[in-house]
């Protein structure tokens, strides 16, 4: 089982920075691909960066030059930099990570993959 706690949430002013984290916890062997989506009312969860294990990163395109994805693999906890907050960015942000956890020696050892996600933060940006 692998857990994602996130953290960094909160309600700004147009045009100032948060801060986003979602660390890792459990039994992590290796993480791939990891990932932030945000879900306003009433709409679907869109992808809003994505940063893979060789650190290669996207973007969607409404957040391009204002948001910066990274990770410190030795915490297995990724960051979300968020820049010149617009009120459209404000949403409920959810991290995900992908990759493979061990099993116990009790449940034959070795390893199996994951996918998880955080409970999500809010994020509200007034204008």
């Known amino acids: 089982q692998v857990q994602l706690v996130e953290s960094g949430g909160g309600l700004v002013q147009a045009g100032e920075s948060l801060r986003l984290s979602c660390a890792a916890s459990?039994?992590?062997?290796?993480?791939?691909?990891m990932g932030w989506y945000r879900q306003a009312p009433g709409k679907q969860r869109d992808l809003v960066a994505s940063?893979?294990?060789?650190?290669?990163?996207n973007y969607a395109d409404s957040v391009k030059g204002r948001f910066s994805i990274s990770r410190d693999n030795a915490k297995n906890t990724m960051y979300l930099q968020m820049d010149n907050l617009e009120p459209e960015d404000t949403a409920v942000y959810y991290c995900?990570?992908?990759?493979?956890?061990?099993?116990?020696?009790?449940?034959?050892?070795?390893?199996?993959?994951?996918?998880?996600w955080g409970q999500g933060t809010q994020v509200t940006v007034s204008s």
């Open positions: 459990g039994r992590v062997f290796s993480i791939n691909v």
């Open positions: 995900n990570m992908g990759g493979l956890s061990s099993r116990p020696l009790y449940s034959g050892g070795g390893y199996q993959p994951f996918d998880s």
């Open positions: 940063i893979t294990g060789g650190s290669s990163t």
